[in-house]
């Protein structure tokens, strides 16, 4: 159902077109004849009916259908009634009611489903304004809801507490600047004071249930959006990616809180975060897919009924990077990897069960990881037919050519082990290395405080004399000493011939 649901919310994306500006004239018409064009562009097919009454055009009964990706059945969406109203100085308005039902509705071979979402707001209308070939849109409420008022599937009722649904935004602004020159831009600005969502499961006649709920505030939102000028078939998103769909942009918010609870029989768990702020990048087109995931003062209180006790953890910064190509080349393409967990503490109780003289320094570890790369990536990654091949094996899903890092690190219990390194790969040389593409490059590695932390873990009887001796050859096999107390370096140099060198000394 999450299939069917996504694709009509792309239909329905079209009621967030917002912005502001009037440098020319826009009629009812005009705006009107562009959602069509739009619409028929993209491959959907529309119904609706017409009414002109002066500067008033009301179109009624609006049904949206559209296929499934892979054939696998079709998808509607219906809306009663969209009112563009001219305002006489060039600008028209689009007039929803301050209740306005939506409908998605699907099959897929004998199965059906329908949902009804109710939006609400203040009343207040998109003002467009420009000319036909550049309109700007601009949407201001005091309150909008998206909710959940309506599921039906394979012909039966869900029953209403059983699945309830909500997303609220406060203050909410937004602008839109849409132009057309062979192919369609948008460039969008949305601010929003605070956002919560409600997510409720029930299951009907038992006892399980699901929570999601939370909320955010200072919400801000920039996108650039390219879609394609003849985009026949939405549901090849591979074919519309290859004519120049594209979108990237970047959201922060000031603040928010969230929590997770879900009991399934006897089995309970639950969640309940926090942070003081953060930002999401992403981006999508033929350059590949980015997220760019950042969240600052993090707290996480954890219960359940695999948990012996709660735990409370908390970190200064909580962040995710993935850069990847998607689209099937003999030429290499970059990519990035980052994970970043900085000042991660956890709570004395925890300690207290490891370490309960406090032997051990008890300050927050870290983690950071930063790679980039090349690869050629051989199969189309939003083809199915081609993600089919690559699992059957008829098909290499790629090549790995150099990776870089740029940093590593971790720091923990008084000790820190840093690194950076250089490689690149013989992707014709499989033996060398048992079925490995040969690596070629340099690692420099320093390590500080592990004798230190052995010598420790030696006293609170965690390590034994024999282990920590076997611990001390292995750095003393792999560093030398370095500048400062308790520091080891050590530059591992890797062949493509399959030599390994640590410091100039050969050890294969």
Do not use: C
Not at 13 to 28: C, I, K, M, N, Y
Not at 183 to 200: F, K, T, V, W
Not at 334 to 363: K, Y
Request: proline content about 4%; charged content about 15%.
């Amino acid at each position: 159902m999450s299939v069917f649901l996504a694709r009509g919310g792309s239909a329905a994306a079209v009621l967030a077109l917002t912005a502001q500006g009037a440098l020319a004239d826009v009629s009812a018409q005009d705006v009107w004849s562009d959602w069509k064009a739009y619409m028929s562009g993209m491959g959907y097919t529309f119904a609706g009916t017409e009414s002109q009454s002066g500067g008033t055009l009301t179109v009624s009964d609006i049904a949206m259908s559209f296929p499934m990706p892979e054939a696998e059945g079709s998808a509607s969406f219906a809306m009663p009634e969209l009112r563009f109203v001219e305002n006489g100085d060039g600008t028209v308005n689009i007039e929803l009611p301050a209740e306005f039902p939506m409908t998605i509705s699907g099959q897929e071979g004998s199965d059906k489903f329908s949902v009804e979402i109710l939006y609400t707001h203040d009343g207040a209308p998109m003002v467009v304004s420009g000319d036909a070939a550049k309109m700007h849109y601009a949407y201001t409420t005091a309150k909008a809801t998206l909710s959940l008022s309506q599921i039906e599937a394979t012909g039966e009722d869900i029953p209403a507490d059983a699945l309830k649904a909500s997303i609220e935004f406060t203050g909410l602004t937004s602008k839109t600047d849409m132009t057309i020159a062979g192919q369609r831009s948008y460039d969008q600005n949305i601010q929003a004071a605070g956002l919560s969502y409600d997510l409720n499961f029930k299951e009907p006649g038992g006892n399980d249930s699901a929570l999601f709920k939370g909320q955010m505030q200072n919400l801000a939102m920039t996108s650039t959006s390219t879609v394609p000028g003849d985009a026949s078939n939405p549901a090849d998103f591979s074919g519309l990616v290859k004519a120049g769909l594209a979108s990237k942009g970047n959201f922060t918010y000031g603040g928010g809180n969230g929590q997770i609870a879900v009991k399934d029989g006897n089995d309970s768990f639950d969640l309940q975060s926090s942070s003081t702020g953060g930002t999401f990048g992403f981006g999508i087109g033929q350059e590949g897919i980015s997220y760019d995931i950042n969240h600052q003062g993090v707290a996480l209180n954890v219960a359940g009924s695999e948990i012996p006790f709660p735990l409370a953890l908390n970190m200064a910064e909580l962040g995710f990077k993935l850069a990847m190509p998607i689209m099937q080349s003999n030429e290499e393409q970059g990519f990035a990897l980052g994970v970043t967990l900085r000042d991660f503490a956890v709570p004395e109780m925890l300690w207290g069960m490891v370490d309960p003289a406090g032997s051990l320094p008890h300050d927050p570890a870290t983690v950071v990881l930063d790679l980039t790369g090349k690869a050629k990536l051989l199969f189309d990654l939003l083809d199915p037919k081609s993600i089919e091949a690559v699992e059957r094996g008829q098909a290499q899903p790629g090549e790995l050519n150099a990776v870089s890092i740029n940093n590593f690190l971790v720091s923990a219990a008084g000790a820190k082990l840093t690194g950076t390194g250089d490689f690149t790969f013989d992707n014709t040389d499989l033996q060398t290395f048992d079925g490995m593409p040969a690596p070629d490059g340099v690692a420099n590695i320093e390590l500080t405080g592990a004798n230190g932390l052995i010598d420790k873990l030696i006293q609170m009887g965690l390590v034994s004399d024999s282990d920590a001796m076997g611990a001390r050859m292995m750095m003393g096999m792999f560093g030398v000493p370095g500048e400062g107390e308790d520091t080891l370096t050590s530059e591992i140099k890797v062949s493509g011939d399959g030599q390994i060198h640590a410091n100039g000394q050969r050890i294969k």
